[in-house]
């Protein structure tokens, strides 16, 4: 009697939290956890994990909120090539082969990579060597939407750090180039199962942050392209002399450093930096997608938070798959760290899968 009075109890509480919770922060809105992920993974092994990011990277915003974009930028190269698995963060640079030597990682920020070490660092020092690189940088790309003025939302946890770094060729063939236009851009998401509104959301990430001439003077030489507006060319002619100048502008004119919908005001206004932002707006597919949420910020929070959850879980390394790195640049087997911290190794253990 006294027993299932209890479990009564049990379940009416449950229920109510259940019910509460979703209404205190997206679980990324509609989507759902289809990869092994879990809202709960580190609740006993590292209860405080969530706090020791988001504290430590208010700090380094306060001090250069630059970060915020190249941490998000990390995290969706980290998924996109071979899955969310931490294989960006690996130093391979003494082979020459890995994602980090193939022309793309070349514009990811140095710091970025310093800021997840660092966050490692710090969650391991409470918790012992329970929480993934993968998973720092999921919440670490999180915390930079947030942080910068964006949604916030829950993050499915559990990524496990691949063994191996992806290949330059590997790298390439996921990561669309600027250059790429809607058809190419749908083509190549499609792959990962992205819909057309997920395609238009995600670019929304192009809000914040920055990019080499390299990435756009395709379209001011040797012919300017008309989709451009004629005076934000010219204004990217003076910032990029050349065709190959070593200079930075950034992505979104209107609030760079600002996690809002301004970035789909500028497509609308001809002024989008890349072909693949730009041609969101001349394509009949997509046009009426980034006019909706150039109108409406909470639809495209809302779709941005929901895209963002399932590229967070492609093709992730889950259960008793992979390893958790001591150190997010290099894998255990190929890290002297070990050797110095069995208490660490015991934790893994005892946190159980
Ligand atoms: C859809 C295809 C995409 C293409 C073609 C693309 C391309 C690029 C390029 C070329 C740069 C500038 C690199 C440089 O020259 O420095 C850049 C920067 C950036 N991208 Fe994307 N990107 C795409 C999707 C995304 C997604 C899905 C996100 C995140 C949700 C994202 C977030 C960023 C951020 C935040 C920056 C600025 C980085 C910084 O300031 O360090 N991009 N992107
Ligand atoms: C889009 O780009 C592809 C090459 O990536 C090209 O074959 C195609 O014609 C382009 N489509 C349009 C509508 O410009
Ligand atoms: C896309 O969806 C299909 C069918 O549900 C699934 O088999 C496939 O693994 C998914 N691909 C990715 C990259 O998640
Ligand atoms: C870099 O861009 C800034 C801002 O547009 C411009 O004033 C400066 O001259 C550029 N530097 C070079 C070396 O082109
Ligand atoms: C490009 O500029 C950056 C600083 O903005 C500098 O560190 C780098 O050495 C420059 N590269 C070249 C090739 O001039
Ligand atoms: C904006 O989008 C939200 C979320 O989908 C929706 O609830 C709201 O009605 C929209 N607002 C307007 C003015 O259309
Ligand atoms: C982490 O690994 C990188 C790459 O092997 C190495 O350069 C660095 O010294 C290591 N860091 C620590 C704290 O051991
Ligand atoms: C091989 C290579 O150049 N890798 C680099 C990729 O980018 C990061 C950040 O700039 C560097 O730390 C790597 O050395």
């Known amino acids: 009697m006294a027993s299932s009075m209890s479990i009564l109890v049990l379940l009416f509480t449950s229920v109510l939290l259940w019910s509460y919770f979703p209404f205190a922060k997206a679980q990324g809105g509609s989507q759902s956890i289809v990869s092994g ?12 994990l969530e ?4 504290k430590q990277l208010k700090k380094v915003f306060k001090n250069d909120i630059g970060q915020a974009a190249g941490l998000l930028r990390l995290h969706f190269h980290d998924c996109f090539v071979q899955g969310c698995d931490g294989s960006v963060l690996l130093d391979g640079s003494a082979s020459g082969l890995s994602e980090q030597g193939a022309p793309p990682n070349l514009s990811l ?18 918790c012992g060597r329970v929480v ?11 915390d930079a939407v947030f942080l910068s003025g964006g949604p916030d939302y829950e993050v499915p946890l559990g990524r496990r750090d691949s063994l191996n770094f992806a290949t330059t060729a590997a790298t390439l063939a996921n990561l669309p180039p600027p250059s790429s236009n809607t058809t190419a851009l749908i083509t190549s998401l499609a792959t990962k199962n992205f819909t057309a509104t997920d395609v238009v959301a995600l670019s929304g990430g192009h809000t914040i942050g920055i990019s080499h001439c390299t990435s756009f003077t395709n379209r001011l030489y040797p012919s300017q392209d008309p989709t451009m507006d004629k005076s934000f060319a010219k204004k990217l002619k003076t910032t990029c002399p050349t065709a190959n100048s070593n200079n930075t502008t950034v992505l979104d004119i209107r609030s760079p450093n600002t996690f809002d919908n301004k970035y789909y005001v500028d497509l609308m206004n001809h002024q989008g930096l890349f072909t693949s932002d730009q041609d969101l707006y001349t394509d009949s597919r997509t046009r009426g997608i980034v ?8 639809l495209f929070f809302e779709k941005f938070v929901n895209a963002m959850v399932k590229m967070s879980q492609l093709n992730v390394l889950t259960g008793r798959e992979g390893e958790v790195r001591g150190n997010c640049s290099a894998s255990n087997s190929d ?13 893994e253990a005892l946190s159980g899968f």
Do not use: M
């Open 37 to 48: 992920l879990s809202w709960t993974y580190y609740d006993s092994s590292c209860p405080k």
């Open 51 to 54: 706090s020791i990011v988001r």
């Open 109 to 126: 920020r140095a710091e970025a990579f310093r800021i997840i070490n660092d966050l490692r660092r710090r969650v391991h020092d409470k």
């Open 132 to 142: 993934s690189c993968a998973d720092i940088l999921a919440l670490a790309a999180r």
């Open 291 to 298: 006019t909706g949420f150039a109108v409406n910020q909470t």
């Open 335 to 347: 890290s002297i760290v070990l050797i110095f911290s069995p208490a660490g190794e015991e934790k």
